[in-house]
């Protein structure tokens, strides 16, 4: 099935190939096939327990499907871990905010930039001042610890981190711990926690959810704005309409752990199946 | 905005108080009569347990019951290299010391790294398993190893002595060594969560799955925090072995009792606060030792009451329920006894009244 608006120019970066995940006699996640394309906005909706949360922790390696494969940036990432995949450049948030919530909000972002130093093969995001600090990540822990060459990159990590806060407009919570923000800005946090893991694609899981329509508007324009500044990829998952259809280039419409409809906005809107699945069948006797 | 020292202000302090307190040892040493020194060793070693142990309860969240297992392997390794091999000969009685151990002997400082370095590929192999667990199960799995610790040192005869244990140990843990580890603990463990590698593992503590999307791999972090919480367990043990100068596997002096001491001292002080530690242990062995009285007959409102053995743990306890009502979260909770929230706190104080 391809939409008229799937660019084919672009190459894709993430291809879900044929997926299935079973909780024993349970198929949350059946025979599903997608594709996201590099620079994409790309909405995933439907009923409630129709499997998208299930798909996106196959995608991060919180679960591993039962069948089938999913490449990223054309590496295989079907067997790898959770936190192998964040090194590969894939970071996202969580339905109900997973913020570290004893820690700062400058804590928080900071955390998500350790992997940098912990993984061996990360040369990608691995520069700091435009040098390749490969060789530091040797030796990190006693580094770390005995402060031998640690402390101009715990520098570096803190103005990197500081400069992210700014641009999501949260300076003014730097040292306040993440469970004393506002809810709205907690989302904010939880997308700047994963922005600092310098990815590629971002899935955002439910990100409006629990906010009132201004909050929304608000978290659409931030969503857009983010997108274009550091270059990603986004692939969320939406209950609400007016984001999804708002925002979206491309939606993908599950039910029951299958795809059942695939299209721009304006199609998806029409698609007698997506409208089946989301106010019923009408009875056929009347 | 966050209010701060300047860091050489920060720094003199330190360095001020680091002096003022080694000449408080300084004046204790000389001073004090011989039992009220080991008390105030006996604050020391227990403060090298509590950080450790908070290390890997209170910074990272690892639900871990066998501290005592760990204290027990640097205390058997420790002393068994400072014993002389005369003194070997002579204790095991029921069966002859294996040969291998029999003729070494080194100083104490080797021996303490050992115990320390035993201790931590214990808690290297130990964790391979007990790490894949979690919460409960993690607890009741990690009791049960240094339980196994304890029942093999109780069995191998011909390495620990059994259930004679190891006496005439030489009290080698005196005030500068205990101190002396308790500094190196303090600075070692600040350090490492003063960094990018403390930040993983209160992450860890706060959401495990959070940390491990946020490319923490969870395990060996986890892994890094039991050894290193481990090593000072050893050398903890090992000053523990040399200031009882007798030391046996039975399950109140090397056990799960120890264990739970040791807890009482991080929940007391604060679970996930160094100073907080350091507070606990002080109170723990202080009040331990000045309810000792409680054991022996004395005499109330005019009314003789008999000595009842076990009575001081009773009062600890309730002592520690007590604490646990009014402060939730012990007496330091999360935060640190730094120069800076010292300042912070004055600050706030003067600005309120």
Redesign the interface.
């Known amino acids: 099935m391809t939409s008229p608006t799937l660019d084919l120019s672009k190459k894709p970066i993430l291809i879900l190939d044929r997926v299935t995940m079973q909780f024993g006699g349970l198929v949350a996640v059946d025979d599903f096939t997608a594709e996201i394309r590099q620079g994409e906005l790309v909405g995933l909706i439907g009923p409630n327990g129709a499997g998208k949360t299930t798909v996106f922790n196959l995608i991060?390696g919180?679960y591993h499907p039962t069948k089938g494969k999913i490449v990223f940036d054309g590496i295989d990432i079907t067997p790898l871990?959770?936190?192998q995949i964040?090194?590969l450049g894939i970071?996202?948030t969580?339905q109900n905010i997973?913020?570290?919530?004893?820690?700062t909000v400058l804590?928080n972002v900071?955390?998500?930039?350790?992997?940098?130093?912990?993984?061996p093969d990360a040369d990608r995001i691995l520069k700091i001042n435009g040098k390749s600090v490969k060789r530091m990540a040797n030796f990190?822990?006693w580094r770390?610890?005995?402060?031998v060459g640690?402390l101009k990159f715990?520098k570096e990590?803190v103005s990197k981190a500081k400069e992210l806060i700014e641009k999501l407009g949260l300076s003014k919570f730097?040292?306040e711990k993440a469970s004393a923000l506002p809810y709205g800005d907690q989302r904010k946090l939880e997308i700047a926690?994963a922005l600092a893991?310098d990815p590629k694609l971002l899935l955002l899981d439910e990100p409006a959810a629990g906010m009132n329509p201004k909050e929304t508007e608000d978290l659409m324009r931030f969503i857009e704005r983010v997108r274009e500044e550091f270059d990603l990829t986004i692939f969320l998952i939406e209950h609400d309409m007016k984001v999804v259809m708002g925002i979206c280039e491309r939606i993908i419409v599950m039910d029951y752990g299958r795809i059942i409809a695939e299209g721009t906005p304006k199609e998806i809107q029409n698609n007698p199946k997506v409208i089946e699945a989301y106010l019923g069948r009408e009875w056929e006797g009347v | 905005m966050e209010r701060k020292l300047p860091k050489k202000l920060n720094f003199v302090l330190t360095l001020l108080f680091i002096l003022f307190v080694a000449f408080l040892l300084y004046l204790a040493n000389e001073k004090l009569d011989e039992y009220m020194l080991r008390v105030v060793r006996l604050i020391a070693i227990y403060g090298v347990m509590a950080v450790s142990l908070n290390l890997i309860n209170g910074i990272t969240g690892i639900f871990s019951l066998g501290h005592a297992g760990f204290i027990l392997v640097g205390a058997y390794t420790s002393a068994l290299l400072t014993l002389s091999p005369e003194q070997k000969m002579m204790s095991f009685i029921i069966e002859p010391i294996v040969p291998w151990l029999a003729n070494v002997h080194t100083d104490f400082l080797t021996a303490t790294l050992a115990g320390g370095a035993l201790s931590a590929l214990f808690a290297f192999l130990i964790g391979w398993p007990v790490l894949r667990l979690s919460g409960d199960y993690l607890a009741i799995a990690s009791l049960g190893f240094a339980e196994v610790i304890r029942i093999f040192a109780l069995n191998a005869i011909s390495i620990t002595n059994g259930p004679l244990g190891l006496k005439g140990i030489p009290e080698y843990s005196s005030i500068w060594w205990c101190y002396g580890w308790l500094f190196v603990t303090v600075i070692f463990v600040a350090s490492l969560v003063n960094s990018s590698y403390g930040r993983a593992l209160k992450a860890i503590r706060e959401d495990r799955v959070a940390a491990e999307v946020m490319g923490i791999n969870v395990f060996k972090h986890q892994l890094i925090s039991f050894v290193v919480g481990a090593f000072f367990a050893g050398v903890s043990g090992a000053l523990y072995a040399h200031w009882l100068t007798t030391i046996d596997p039975r399950a109140t002096t090397l056990g799960p009792m120890l264990t739970f001491y040791v807890l009482i001292m991080i929940v007391l002080g604060g679970l996930g606060s160094i100073s907080g530690s350091l507070i606990g242990a002080a109170l723990f062995a202080i009040l331990f030792e000045w309810l000792r009285d409680l054991e022996e007959p004395f005499v109330l409102f005019g009314m003789r009451v008999p000595g009842i053995k076990g009575m001081r743990t009773l009062v600890i306890s309730v002592i520690f329920i007590l604490v646990m009502i009014f402060w939730q979260r012990g007496i330091m909770g999360r935060e640190e006894l730094t120069w800076n929230n010292i300042y912070r706190w004055l600050k706030r104080r003067g600005e309120s009244g």
Do not use: C, G
């Not at chain 1, 997973?98 to 820690?103: A, I, V």
């Not at chain 1, 770390?144 to 402060?147: A, F, N």
């Open positions: 991060t919180i871990k959770p936190h964040t090194h970071a996202r969580f997973r913020l570290f919530s004893d820690m804590e900071l955390v998500a930039q350790h992997h940098k130093f912990t993984n990190w822990f770390s610890v005995l402060k640690y715990e990590m730097m040292h926690r893991t």
